[in-house]
């Protein structure tokens, strides 16, 4: 039930934001975050700091990586220093892989995880992810794109069937969810706090059906 509270509580929060804005479209980011094995642990942690920042999460997967397939991620690194120590450390264990989506989604999650030495991020950001899931310049936990054609090779290299163009939402319809949507939800949501039952989903369609 917390889940979904939480689900609700941002959906209303994205289409407050996109209320705000003067631009006749607000494109829609997709990006992706990887949870890496030294942390697997904390999926469910991160999954909820991410929602409560607004993100939705579109896709999720947990996988276990070959190192040949950690190799092939992380190709663009290969020759540097780090390179073996890397593949090692990703492949050593599962990992969690999201495509989570918002307004500009990729600068906002950079800030969010914080810098790649998590040394750095915990002296510079000590509320980013890294700073407080990483260890240390090597294992940072967390894995986010770092641009727009980054995202767009990663997520196809995990989910090759999706879209990763950003979306344009048209004011009409974002207007239509801030009249329609957006009061009915948060009416559901708060009456489902209230009464606190037993099964929320049977609490909803019951409600529905009156």
Not at 62 to 68: A, I, K
């Amino acid at each position: 039930m917390i889940l979904n509270i939480i689900l609700g509580l941002e959906i209303i929060q994205l289409v407050s934001e996109m209320s705000r804005e003067n631009s006749p479209y607000i494109h829609i980011e997709r990006t992706l975050l990887i949870i890496k094995p030294d942390i697997i642990n904390y999926a469910d942690k991160i999954e909820e700091f991410i929602l409560r920042k607004g993100f939705l999460i579109i896709q999720k997967r947990r996988v276990h990586l070959t190192p040949e397939q950690a190799s092939e991620f992380y190709a663009e690194h290969y020759g540097k220093i780090f390179y073996a120590t890397l593949i090692a450390y990703i492949s050593s264990g599962p990992i969690e892989v999201l495509v989570i989506a918002r307004e500009n989604a990729i600068s906002i999650l950079h800030e969010l995880i914080g810098p790649q030495n998590s040394f750095k991020a915990k002296a510079t950001a000590p509320a980013s992810l890294r700073a407080i899931y990483g260890t240390d310049d090597q294992q940072n936990g967390i894995h986010g794109s770092d641009s727009f054609t980054s995202a767009e090779r990663e997520i196809r290299f995990f989910f090759p069937d999706m879209i990763v163009a950003p979306i344009p939402v048209r004011l009409a319809a974002k207007d239509y969810l801030v009249r329609n949507v957006n009061p009915t939800l948060l009416k559901g949501l708060t009456e489902l706090c209230k009464q606190k039952p037993k099964d929320p989903v049977i609490f909803s369609s019951s409600r529905d059906s009156m």
